[in-house]
């Protein structure tokens, strides 16, 4: 919100950033529709099901060009 107060663009924001201009447009957005308390971002929950998919996939199979699963494989 400070780089948007000093006049930079949506675009200069999420280069800065470095996010997309989607991001900074939502977050910009929560900021003029609800003050501070828009800049609070939900919690997410993912249901037991969805933990046990990940869980399974990582134990069941392995990625593509890959051996084994890594936090440093990108997709």
Request: glycine share 6%.
């Given at each position: 919100?400070?780089?948007?107060?000093?006049?930079?663009?949506?675009?200069?924001?999420?280069?800065?950033?470095?996010?997309?201009?989607?991001?900074?447009?939502?977050?910009?957005?929560?900021?003029?529709?609800?003050?501070?308390?828009?800049?609070?971002?939900?919690p997410?929950?993912?249901?037991?099901?969805a933990?046990?998919?990940?869980?399974?996939?990582?134990?069941?199979?392995?990625?593509?060009?890959?051996?084994?699963?890594?936090?440093?494989?990108?997709?």
């Amino acid at each position: 919100m400070l780089l948007a107060a000093d006049g930079k663009s949506n675009l200069n924001i999420a280069d800065i950033l470095a996010v997309t201009p989607l991001t900074v447009s939502k977050w910009r957005k929560r900021f003029a529709g609800q003050g501070l308390d828009g800049l609070h971002d939900e919690p997410r929950k993912l249901s037991d099901d969805a933990v046990a998919a990940v869980v399974r996939k990582t134990l069941e199979e392995t990625p593509r060009d890959a051996t084994h699963w890594s936090l440093r494989l990108h997709g």
